[in-house]
């Protein structure tokens, strides 16, 4: 797992946990920025079930959400969801 000090800090004022949901919103980042992120929540929130809700954006945001909803670059089993009312957000459920 890597440690949380080398996160960038403007990643935590991305970030937002109410409940058993962790919302993240990915705008601004590179490929690369997003991919490290969700790679971190996922391990540190490892044996708990939640849903990651990812704001990549749709007009502007095409590499991101094509990332999130096609590349497997989380390892930990997950359901991918697409939110039909907004495209330009994905969840990602994650059993514990």
């Known amino acids: 797992m890597e ?10 004022l991305k970030v937002n946990v109410d409940g058993k949901n ?29 849903s990651l809700v990812i704001i990549h954006g749709y007009n502007h945001g095409t590499v991101l959400k094509e990332a999130i909803r096609k590349d497997e670059f989380v390892s ?4 991918v969801v697409t939110n039909k009312f907004n495209l330009g957000i994905t969840t990602y459920e994650f059993a514990a």
């Open 22 to 50: 962790v919302t993240v919103n990915v705008h601004g980042m590179d490929r690369e920025e997003m991919e490290r992120l969700i790679k971190f929540i996922a391990s540190l929130l490892r044996g708990i079930e939640f």
């Open 3 to 12: 440690d949380l000090r080398y996160l960038p800090t403007r990643y935590y």
């Open 76 to 79: 930990r089993p997950h359901t």
